[in-house]
Protein backbone atom coordinates (compact mmCIF):
# COMPACT_ATOMS: atom_id res chain seq x y z
CA UNK A 1 0.00 0.00 0.00
CA UNK A 2 1.10 3.49 -0.90
CA UNK A 3 1.52 6.20 1.26
CA UNK A 4 -0.93 7.96 -0.74
CA UNK A 5 -3.29 5.19 -0.33
CA UNK A 6 -2.33 5.52 3.51
CA UNK A 7 -3.35 8.88 3.56
CA UNK A 8 -7.17 8.58 1.32
CA UNK A 9 -8.25 5.84 3.84
CA UNK A 10 -7.38 7.76 6.68
CA UNK A 11 -8.91 10.69 5.63
CA UNK A 12 -11.88 9.26 4.76
CA UNK A 13 -11.61 8.09 8.15
CA UNK A 14 -11.33 10.97 9.72
CA UNK A 15 -13.88 12.77 7.76
CA UNK A 16 -16.82 9.82 8.80
CA UNK A 17 -16.13 11.02 12.53
CA UNK A 18 -16.33 14.60 11.98
CA UNK A 19 -19.48 14.42 10.01
CA UNK A 20 -21.05 12.15 12.68
CA UNK A 21 -19.80 14.75 15.01
CA UNK A 22 -21.33 17.66 13.12
CA UNK A 23 -24.80 15.63 12.41
CA UNK A 24 -26.58 16.85 15.49
CA UNK A 25 -25.37 20.38 14.58
CA UNK A 26 -27.22 19.88 11.00
CA UNK A 27 -24.29 20.93 9.46
CA UNK A 28 -22.33 19.52 6.74
CA UNK A 29 -18.91 19.61 6.85
CA UNK A 30 -18.13 21.92 4.05
CA UNK A 31 -20.59 24.28 5.78
CA UNK A 32 -18.43 23.86 9.17
CA UNK A 33 -15.37 24.92 7.31
CA UNK A 34 -16.81 27.66 5.28
CA UNK A 35 -18.51 29.05 8.60
CA UNK A 36 -15.18 28.85 10.56
CA UNK A 37 -12.85 30.67 8.09
CA UNK A 38 -16.03 33.57 7.56
CA UNK A 39 -15.88 33.84 11.40
CA UNK A 40 -11.22 33.77 11.40
CA UNK A 41 -11.77 36.21 8.90
CA UNK A 42 -14.62 38.36 10.38
CA UNK A 43 -12.66 39.23 13.18
CA UNK A 44 -10.91 41.80 10.67
CA UNK A 45 -13.62 42.99 8.90
CA UNK A 46 -16.66 41.28 6.94
CA UNK A 47 -14.88 39.15 3.88
CA UNK A 48 -16.15 38.29 1.02
CA UNK A 49 -16.98 34.79 -0.73
CA UNK A 50 -13.92 34.79 -2.65
CA UNK A 51 -11.88 35.53 0.92
CA UNK A 52 -14.04 32.66 2.29
CA UNK A 53 -12.96 29.81 -0.13
CA UNK A 54 -9.69 31.09 -0.23
CA UNK A 55 -9.07 30.71 3.43
CA UNK A 56 -10.62 27.47 3.70
CA UNK A 57 -9.01 26.09 0.46
CA UNK A 58 -12.13 25.39 -1.15
CA UNK A 59 -13.79 26.24 -4.38
CA UNK A 60 -15.22 29.72 -4.87
CA UNK A 61 -18.29 28.41 -6.66
CA UNK A 62 -18.81 26.15 -4.36
CA UNK A 63 -18.32 28.20 -0.91
CA UNK A 64 -20.72 30.45 -2.29
CA UNK A 65 -23.27 28.01 -2.96
CA UNK A 66 -23.07 26.98 0.56
CA UNK A 67 -23.22 30.27 1.91
CA UNK A 68 -25.97 30.91 0.17
CA UNK A 69 -27.14 27.69 2.11
CA UNK A 70 -25.90 29.25 5.39
CA UNK A 71 -27.62 32.69 4.61
CA UNK A 72 -31.23 30.48 4.39
CA UNK A 73 -30.54 29.26 7.56
CA UNK A 74 -29.80 32.76 9.07
CA UNK A 75 -26.74 31.32 10.27
CA UNK A 76 -24.68 34.63 8.10
CA UNK A 77 -25.74 37.57 6.57
CA UNK A 78 -24.50 38.57 2.64
CA UNK A 79 -24.13 42.11 3.20
CA UNK A 80 -24.12 44.54 -0.25
CA UNK A 81 -20.55 45.85 0.02
CA UNK A 82 -20.35 49.93 0.17
CA UNK A 83 -17.60 50.27 -2.82
CA UNK A 84 -19.01 47.60 -5.09
CA UNK A 85 -22.58 46.38 -5.04
CA UNK A 86 -21.40 42.98 -7.12
CA UNK A 87 -19.55 42.27 -4.35
CA UNK A 88 -21.14 40.37 -1.08
CA UNK A 89 -19.38 40.58 2.41
CA UNK A 90 -20.26 38.19 4.86
CA UNK A 91 -21.01 37.87 8.81
CA UNK A 92 -22.29 35.76 11.07
CA UNK A 93 -25.27 36.23 12.68
CA UNK A 94 -25.65 35.60 16.52
CA UNK A 95 -27.23 32.04 15.75
CA UNK A 96 -24.10 30.95 13.22
CA UNK A 97 -21.75 32.29 16.33
CA UNK A 98 -23.92 30.55 18.75
CA UNK A 99 -23.84 26.94 16.74
CA UNK A 100 -20.21 27.36 15.34
CA UNK A 101 -18.89 27.89 19.32
CA UNK A 102 -21.00 24.38 19.65
CA UNK A 103 -19.45 22.68 16.65
CA UNK A 104 -16.09 23.60 17.23
CA UNK A 105 -16.33 22.32 20.63
CA UNK A 106 -17.39 19.07 19.87
CA UNK A 107 -14.88 18.70 16.14
CA UNK A 108 -12.40 19.47 19.07
CA UNK A 109 -12.97 16.70 20.47
CA UNK A 110 -13.60 14.58 17.83
CA UNK A 111 -10.24 15.35 16.46
CA UNK A 112 -8.05 14.97 20.05
CA UNK A 113 -9.77 11.33 20.06
CA UNK A 114 -8.78 10.36 16.44
CA UNK A 115 -5.47 11.74 16.62
CA UNK A 116 -4.60 10.09 19.92
CA UNK A 117 -3.32 7.42 18.54
CA UNK A 118 -0.24 9.30 17.10
CA UNK A 119 0.80 9.95 21.09
CA UNK A 120 4.47 11.90 20.99
CA UNK A 121 4.57 11.74 17.04
CA UNK A 122 1.35 14.22 16.67
CA UNK A 123 3.78 17.18 16.21
CA UNK A 124 5.71 15.63 13.84
CA UNK A 125 2.58 14.58 11.90
CA UNK A 126 1.61 17.74 12.17
CA UNK A 127 4.33 19.39 10.29
CA UNK A 128 4.51 17.04 8.05
CA UNK A 129 1.17 17.33 7.10
CA UNK A 130 1.94 21.11 7.24
CA UNK A 131 4.74 20.10 4.48
CA UNK A 132 2.69 18.64 2.54
CA UNK A 133 0.18 21.41 2.09
CA UNK A 134 2.88 23.83 1.54
CA UNK A 135 4.10 21.91 -0.98
Known amino acids: ?31 YVLLSSAAVLGEDGAPTP ?21 AARQL ?11 LRRIVLTDNGRALLAAAAEDVAITDAEFFVVLGRDAAAFRRGLAALRAG
Open 1 to 31: MTTGDLLWQVTLSWQRAIRATLEPHDLTHAQ
Open 50 to 70: HEIAEHAGTDPVLAGQVLRRL
Open 76 to 86: VTRQLDDADPK
